[in-house]
């Protein structure tokens, strides 16, 4: 009995040196580091795997592909496989093209205030400048780096997540995130291959081809 306790005594010991909650102060500093080092490296592409969780599946749901961003809120999203999909934004119109339909939904910023500070919220957990406007967090030490954990202020953005989690590498890097939504969904989105490099703009323009079904859900 007494080694089973000392066995679980140390297992408590050892969660906590993996998951050390930081104070306010410390947290704030994080979140410095992490604007300067974005400051420093605007852009970046990666590889990803993502595992989506949901009641009506029967198993995880696993894609991959590829992402491009760059500050403020200009990126490309890719995900390869049996259905693959475009999602790029300009800064000023947004697109998600399905090839396999030959469908595209088409969205224009600075029409829609909700659809506006849904953009920049998701993006705020990439550059971190407007993090504070949108969420409420707190980090914690995990193993050699860090965990942001954010809850969203608006109950605009609380209809879409619940819960975001950032894991940050000991030199600032997202290595995955982890969304919640309010039906319980978990979406884990882990990162690697990341490059600090420029990403040409183009990369951030997109024009669906002729034979495409374009619809606009927000209206035009």
Same mark, same amino acid.
């Given at each position: ?23 306010? +102060? ?91 500070? +849904? ?95 374009? +619809? ?5």
């Amino acid at each position: 009995m007494r080694c089973s306790t000392g066995v679980i005594a140390l297992l408590i010991i050892a969660a906590a040196a993996r998951a050390a909650e930081l104070s306010p +102060s410390e947290t704030g500093e994080l979140i410095e580091k992490m604007k300067e080092h974005r400051a420093k490296f605007p852009s970046l592409t990666a590889d990803f795997t993502e595992e989506k969780a949901s009641r009506l599946l029967q198993k995880p749901l696993i894609t991959s592909g590829t992402i491009a961003f760059t500050t403020p809120n200009l990126f490309r999203r890719e995900v390869k496989g049996a259905n693959p999909s475009t999602t790029v934004c300009d800064g000023h119109e947004l697109w998600i093209y399905y090839p396999n339909f030959k469908e595209a939904e088409h969205y224009v910023l600075g029409q829609h205030s909700f659809f506006d500070d +849904s953009i920049a919220a998701l993006t705020a957990g990439l550059n971190f400048n407007s993090i504070g406007q949108y969420y409420r967090f707190t980090a914690s030490r995990e193993d050699s780096g860090y965990r942001l954990q954010l809850l969203p202020k608006s109950g605009g953005l609380k209809r879409m997540m619940q819960q975001f989690n950032i894991w940050i590498t000991s030199d600032f890097l997202i290595s995955r995130t982890e969304t919640i939504t309010p039906k319980g969904d978990h979406v884990l989105t882990t990162y690697r291959n990341q490059k600090a490099e420029d990403v040409p703009k183009s990369t951030f323009t997109f024009r669906p081809p002729a034979d495409t079904k374009i +619809s606009t859900p927000l209206g035009k």
